[in-house]
């Protein structure tokens, strides 16, 4: 009998927009979810305890999945190269079967050991919150080997260019654990909140292995001596190192929030979920289609290419990305109330949680570019140059906390993180040019200082209207709601007006290509 064909991959068009629907739909999601979680629980030491009890096991989950997973497109599109699609299957067993192996060691060391890592995550923690925290630190660990697997067959599907299935499969996760939410709600406690987490992973696992299965995998392990897979275990190292020492940061934070008031904890967490489900939904399209690009590209020796996709998606990241971080920070506090000051999330809430938003937000502006310089570096196998930088960045971090706790309380955290980062991105990027020679940067710098210039003119504009219709947390829902739309539209206009003025060539190309579609859709 005829093998069933495979399903056909998306077209660039195609998946870019299955994937900004999916970033659209999976934050809207996250939102909803998150906003339940705070009008249900609040912010308190209960909130505090699941924050403590995610630090490990999320830890653990970013190392093996994330990291394996960002060296894996570059080493598989070798194989499939040299090997051919039967060779580059058999990568993929003998690469989850070691990772599986591996995972679930390390759930068992830590079910082992949970009730000593959630003191070191809160020293100053009550007996009753790291008695929470250890239990709800057991409840999430079989994600870890969960989010593993999900993550490898992701990049094998990925390669396939089958974005509109990517696409689904965290909006089915996310869509059961907010349900499972919404049904249950407090009526057996926070934990509700791991087990919908975890549910949520098992339903994608079923989903990503079914789609896997279309595409070709056929499930055959095997822990076979394999040199690519060898390499992959070597390029991985370095980014595992990374990973461990990025996540020290956001550790240290967590830990010296604990010697702050309670809810300090939650509010440091919650205000950096806020500013990833932004970096989500506008920047993570882009992002996976830039990984794989810079991946292809480097296979074919093919650098300047690679180079060029660079600055291009460097340009179309600035576009993207300034303004978003612009608005939240001039916006923190009325954005935190809007859209999650209801139920047991008070406006004291909202402005603890928006003053530490605020310090976070301008990370935004340039992770972004930091992130495509890193997956150039990845795609050209070499992982170690990112994780240096980024050990010399997390040493600065801790440092600079330990400075700017004192007069700024978890601001100082939150701009500690922000001024670190972005001191990273450039040394990256110098790093790169020097590794290659030379980025021509030049060819950009003037289309990224109009662009931010432009978001000056939108802080300005922003600025002056709350000037004249101050924001208060004390005010009507539709209040709030209509002076938050005001402030971002007289914003944005005021950005959209000189970045036409100003000739931008990325807002051009994009304002172009947004007249064309709407021309060819009426023309229908």
Avoid at 6 to 16: D, V
Avoid at 252 to 271: G, N, Q, R, W
Wanted: glycine residues 8%; aromatic residues 10%.
């Amino acid at each position: 009998m005829a093998e069933r064909p495979r399903p056909a991959g998306n077209t660039k068009l195609l998946g870019l927009s299955a994937l900004s629907a999916s970033s659209m739909a999976a934050a809207l999601l996250s939102y909803f979810r998150f906003a339940e979680t705070t009008a249900i629980f609040g912010a308190n030491w209960r909130t505090d305890a699941l924050v403590v009890a995610t630090v490990f096991p999320f830890l653990v989950q970013e190392v093996v999945a994330h990291s394996f997973g960002s060296a894996f497109i570059p080493i598989y599109s070798r194989v499939m190269e040299e090997r051919g699609r039967a060779g580059a299957v058999a990568f993929v067993n003998k690469t989850l079967s070691w990772l599986l192996l591996i995972s679930s060691a390390l759930v068992a060391v830590l079910w082992i050991f949970s009730d000593q890592l959630v003191r070191v995550i809160s020293p100053s923690g009550s007996p009753e919150l790291l008695e929470l925290a250890s239990a709800l630190f057991r409840i999430l660990l079989p994600m870890i080997i969960l989010k593993t697997t999900n993550g490898i067959l992701a990049n094998f599907i990925k390669y396939e260019r089958r974005f509109t299935t990517l696409a689904v499969t965290g909006v089915i996760g996310l869509s059961l654990s907010l349900l499972l939410l919404v049904v249950v709600r407090d009526s057996i406690g926070i934990r509700i909140l791991p087990l919908s987490m975890l549910a949520g992973a098992l339903i994608e696992f079923g989903y990503i292995l079914y789609q896997s299965f279309r595409s070709g995998y056929k499930v055959d392990p095997s822990i076979a001596a394999d040199p690519h897979v060898g390499q992959l275990g070597r390029m991985a190292m370095p980014v595992v190192g990374g990973t461990l020492v990025g996540f020290f940061g956001p550790i240290a934070d967590k830990m010296l929030a604990s010697f702050l008031p309670e809810s300090s904890v939650t509010a440091i967490d919650y205000a950096n979920r806020i500013k990833n489900i932004a970096l989500a939904v506008i920047f993570q399209p882009l992002l996976t289609f830039a990984d794989l690009s810079f991946s292809i590209e480097a296979a074919k020796g093919n650098e300047e290419a690679l180079l060029s996709n660079l600055r291009k998606n460097m340009n179309l990241t600035s576009l993207i990305l300034f303004p978003t971080a612009a608005l939240l920070t001039v916006l923190a506090v009325p954005v935190v109330s809007v859209f999650f000051q209801r139920g047991n999330f008070t406006g004291d809430d909202a402005r603890y949680m928006g003053y530490a938003l605020a310090f976070y937000a301008p990370w935004l502006a340039q992770f972004g570019i930091g992130s495509l310089v890193s997956r150039a570096f990845y795609a050209q196998k070499d992982s170690a140059t990112p994780v240096i930088i980024g050990i010399i960045g997390i040493i600065c971090n801790v440092l600079l906390n330990l400075i700017l706790i004192g007069p700024l309380g978890i601001g100082g955290l939150a701009l500690a993180t922000t001024v670190t980062s972005t001191g990273k991105t450039v040394y990256l990027i110098w790093s790169l040019s020097r590794k290659m020679g030379g980025l021509n940067l030049r060819l950009i710098i003037g289309e990224q200082f109009r662009i931010l210039l432009a978001n000056a003119f939108l802080v300005v504009g922003a600025l002056l209207l709350i000037r004249f219709w101050p924001f208060s947390t004390e005010s009507d829902i539709v209040t709030r709601f209509l002076q938050l739309a005001a402030y971002s539209s007289i914003g944005v206009l005021f950005m959209l007006v000189f970045l036409r003025v100003s000739g931008s060539s990325t807002f051009r190309e994009i304002s172009s290509r947004i007249a064309e579609k709407v021309r060819g859709r009426i023309s229908r």
